[in-house]
């Protein structure tokens, strides 16, 4: 695992690359992680926790915040307990303090056996990661959450590959959304991707965006075997970012 970074080369680090922190999430050792998860996290942070009825979520949810807090400290002088959290309006969080950490940007998601943490800055990004494993029956929930460009392209894959092609697409959009902080407030349908030879490409955006598709740029990657993940990109201050994968907890986040 990579974390020697120091917090002074962090600035010129981050301008290089976007990285992003996974963290499996083990059923042997998920009700640790999680105990000791919740001695960086802050007040609210575990009030809000404890309001999560589903043990399994709130395991997740306490283990996610505090590899957040986690990734942020490799790059800076903060000490995991230290830093502080606001949401825009839409419930994108981003960082309230200290007031001299530096001006990162993050996106988190969560879902079960996983968590990822993108950070970077000068750069908008948003992950989000995915379960195959996952219930509800995706697949019928596919026109709700499909362009009709997206759904004629589902409709043509195997069978036996839809699930896989339908979370890409879910995925990509998730991560969109959360990179331009408007979280579920765009309707999916409105954001259309291609899949194809060319790559990922962002072809059809909603009404309200501020920037065309030809200013994203997009990773999907299936980090283990049993999950889809999607990093977006936004809008680029200064040179294009690589991206890396680095791995975070399981050590005790306050050792």
Request: proline fraction near 6%.
């Amino acid at each position: 695992m990579k974390t020697a970074t120091r917090a002074s080369e962090a600035p010129e680090v981050l301008n290089r690359a976007v990285h992003v922190w996974l963290c499996r999430l083990e059923p042997a050792s998920i009700a640790s992680l999680a105990r000791s998860s919740r001695t960086v996290l802050s007040e609210d942070e575990r009030e809000r926790a404890d309001r999560i009825r589903r043990e399994s979520q709130r395991q997740m949810f306490e283990v996610a915040h505090a590899l957040v807090r986690q990734g942020l400290s490799v790059y800076a002088d903060v000490d995991e307990t230290d830093w502080s959290f606001d949401t825009n309006q839409w419930g994108r969080p981003e960082i309230a303090g200290p007031a001299h950490a530096p001006p990162f940007t993050f996106s988190l998601s969560h879902t079960h056996g996983l968590v990822a943490c993108a950070i970077s800055v000068g750069i908008e990004c948003g992950v989000d990661v995915e379960n195959f494993a996952r219930g509800g029956q995706p697949l019928r929930v596919a026109r709700r959450v499909l362009s009709e460009r997206e759904f004629a392209d589902l409709e043509r894959q195997p069978v036996e590959t839809k699930l896989d092609r339908l979370l890409e697409y879910w995925t990509l959009k998730e991560a969109y959304l959360k990179a331009r902080g408007v979280g579920m407030s765009v309707a999916m349908q409105d954001v259309s991707f291609a899949l194809d030879e060319r790559g990922i490409r962002l072809v059809a955006v909603d009404s309200e965006a501020t920037s065309g598709p030809d200013a994203w740029s997009f990773t999907s990657a299936r980090p283990t075997p049993s999950h889809m993940l999607a990093l977006a990109l936004g809008p680029p201050d200064g040179p294009s970012r690589t991206v890396m994968m680095r791995e975070g907890l399981p050590r005790d986040p306050a050792g």
